[in-house]
T-cell receptor
Framework: AQSVSQHNHHVILSEAASLELGCNYS??????LFWYVQYPGQHLQLLLK??????LVKGIKGFEAEFIKSKFSFNLRKPSVQWSDTAEYFC????????????FGTGTLLAVQP | SQTIHQWPATLVQPVGSPLSLECTVE??????LYWYRQAAGRGLQLLFY??????ISSEVPQNLSASRPQDRQFILSSKKLLLSDSGFYLC???????????FGDGTRLSIL
């Protein structure tokens, strides 16, 4: 069965610090990978996605993620975080197919201190 | 542009009462539709998905059911709520194929 692991459940950083959130998945076939973000009081929204091609993908608000197939990983990075990045971040995977079912990680709550 | 609406935003219900949460999508046709439950520290769990009218797939055995009476309408129901049904329920839609899902604002359901 597919699963997604996010190892950091709660991260606290100061503004301007660099961020890396880990995401590992287990699935033997071809996958699509996503990072979603949920800002306080807002709905879940797509941050970035990887379908194919360049394994380093750029998302909104200066975020990027790198797909490393050999490590089954899709870590999220940002060189310099801002207070407005305080949110919960979810990694998600789906196996390529018609139903587009997403398997989510448990989420990482990021708090950025001004 | 496409929009997704979910209501109500919050709901408090007694144990044993029925439930009906509604989700509608505008600006697209023949979407895939999904119901998730989000629990603190446990991420989002897919409950149901639908690829067309009247087509419902259940992911986990539970006290809930889903229906899709119209192309862009997805309803989450229960005949008798349990305490364990408390949680945050999210509806989502996507285009066909492996496209990103777009989420509604969610319904906070509290069972007393």
């Amino acid at each position: 069965a597919q699963s997604v692991s996010q190892h950091n459940h709660h991260v606290i950083l100061s503004e301007a610090a660099s961020l890396e959130l880990g995401c590992n998945y287990s699935y033997g076939g071809t996958v699509n990978l996503f990072w979603y973000v949920q800002y306080p009081g807002q709905h879940l929204q797509l941050l970035l996605k990887y379908f194919s091609g360049d394994p380093l993908v750029k998302g909104i608000k200066g975020f990027e993620a790198e797909f490393i197939k050999s490590k089954f990983s899709f870590n999220l990075r940002k060189p310099s975080v801002q207070w407005s990045d305080t949110a919960e971040y979810f990694c998600a995977v789906n196996a390529r197919g018609a139903t587009n079912k997403l398997i989510f990680g448990t989420g990482t709550l990021l708090a950025v201190q001004p | 542009s496409q929009t997704i609406h979910q209501w109500p935003a919050t709901l408090v219900q007694p144990v044993g009462s029925p439930l009906s949460l509604e989700c509608t999508v505008e600006g697209t046709s023949n979407p895939n539709l999904y119901w998730y439950r989000q629990a603190a520290g446990r991420g989002l769990q897919l409950l149901f998905y639908s690829v067309g009218i009247g087509q419902i797939s259940s992911e986990v055995p539970q006290n809930l059911s889903a229906s899709r009476p119209q192309d862009r309408q997805f309803i989450l129901s229960s005949k008798k709520l349990l305490l364990s049904d408390s949680g945050f329920y999210l509806c989502a839609w996507s285009s066909k194929g492996n496209q990103p899902q777009h989420f509604g604002d969610g319904t906070r359901l509290s069972i007393l």
